[in-house]
């Protein structure tokens, strides 16, 4: 079986920094991708960034030079640095993992969300 946990979410003023942690752990063969999604109330999910095995990244235009995504291939874990927070990145943000497992040569595994608000 196949976890993938985010954490690091919270309540943090505009302008404000958060970063969040995503793990995939369980009967992992490799990791093709990893990234974060986000969710706000009545809007369709959108990809904020993800990152590749080879390090290859992608941005949603509205955060570009405001977060940052990165990866420890080590411990399957991925990292979401967010700068200079607007109200309109509040939202429930999801990781996922594409991975290699015992039972499947590629699959998408989701976590349950963290949420991030952002307010005065």
């Known amino acids: 079986q196949v976890q993938v946990v985010e954490s690091g979410g919270g309540l943090v003023q505009p302008g404000g920094s958060l970063r969040l942690s995503c793990a995939a752990s369980?009967?992992?063969?490799?990791?093709?991708?990893m990234g974060w999604y986000r969710q706000a109330p009545g809007k369709q999910r959108e990809l904020v960034a993800d990152?590749?095995?080879?390090?290859?990244?992608t941005y949603l235009d509205s955060v570009k030079g405001r977060f940052t995504i990165s990866r420890d291939n080590a411990k399957n874990t991925v990292y979401l640095q967010m700068n200079s927070l607007k109200p309109e990145d509040t939202a429930v943000y999801y990781c996922?993992?594409?991975?290699?497992?015992?039972?499947?040569?590629?699959?998408?595994?989701w976590g349950q969300g963290t949420q991030v608000t952002v307010s005065s």
């Open positions: 990152i590749t095995a080879g390090i290859s990244t």
């Open positions: 996922k993992a594409v991975l290699r497992t015992s039972t499947s040569y590629k699959n998408d595994f």
């Open positions: 369980g009967s992992i063969f490799s990791v093709y991708a």
